[in-house]
């Protein structure tokens, strides 16, 4: 069904679980309103044209007071374009049907990026290699797309195509996405797995260590080994001791490295703990 009403009891499943797979179009509308009668039918008649390239759910803002408070409507009518659970686009008040299929055609996705949607369900249901191939038809169809790069950068990198994942990541150009939380976790995993392949084991690392504390060399190698070995806790006290003793240390990599480290964690549990902890250190 491309047009629905939406309940507070079925939105997180309509709308934002549904967001993940396609746009979805909310309309917030009250029965008392003039402008949404001349919105509502507009919106109806563009779903059902467009056949499923999105989804309208109709949200009746009386009835539904919370969801209209959850995102900030203040007047109706009220649209909003949701994708992969976030508002990428809105407007307020009634619009003329060339207006509204202008602003949907800024939403609706491209061949491209439906190409990398069905990349998505195919890697989901575990059929990596299938989505690759789709990734590889999507940048061919738009190589401006970098997010069909990402995309392919973090299936690569789960399966051990470090030297790949990391070309496709060095890539990217668009400041947004290289901002991107994502992105910057993929990058991190990425250099740290490259790090991490030393060849010698925990064992003889903590021993060369434990011979000589300044042994920095032998100290980034078990920090990284780690962190690999998911002890992120333990990594990150050998990263902040390279800190503490040698800040030229092959271009400051221990405080580099720890930058890596909060990023691949993202920046919760243990994180603010060691952030402080580093600048302690830098600020000595």
Known sequence: MHALDVSEADFEEKVVVASYKLPVVIDFWAPWCAPCKVLKPILEKLAGEYGGK?????????ENPNISARFGVRGIPAVKALMNGKVVDEFTGA?????????????IPSPS?????AAQQLAAAGEVDGALQKLTEASALDPANEWVRVDAAELLLH??????????????????????????QL????????M?????????????????????????????????????????????EIVARDRTFKDDIGRKTLLDVFNLLGGGGIVPEYRRKLSGLLNR
Not at 95 to 107: A, D
């Open 159 to 184: 399966k051990g195509e470090m030297d790949e994942a990391q070309r496709l990541l060095d890539s990217l150009k668009d400041t947004d996405v290289l901002k991107d939380a994502r992105v910057l």
């Open 187 to 194: 990058k991190a995993q990425t250099r740290l797995a490259e």
């Open 113 to 117: 990026e439906e190409l990398r949607l």
């Open 54 to 62: 999105f989804r309208l759910a109709k949200v009746n803002s009386d």
């Open 95 to 107: 619009l003329p049907e060339g207006q509204v299929r202008e602003w949907l055609e800024k939403i």
């Open 196 to 240: 991490s392949a030393t060849g010698e084991s925990e064992a003889e690392l903590a021993a060369a260590v434990a011979a000589d504390g300044n042994d920095l060399e032998a100290r980034l190698k078990l920090a990284n080994v780690l962190i690999a070995g998911n002890r992120p806790a333990e990594g990150m006290d050998q990263l902040l």
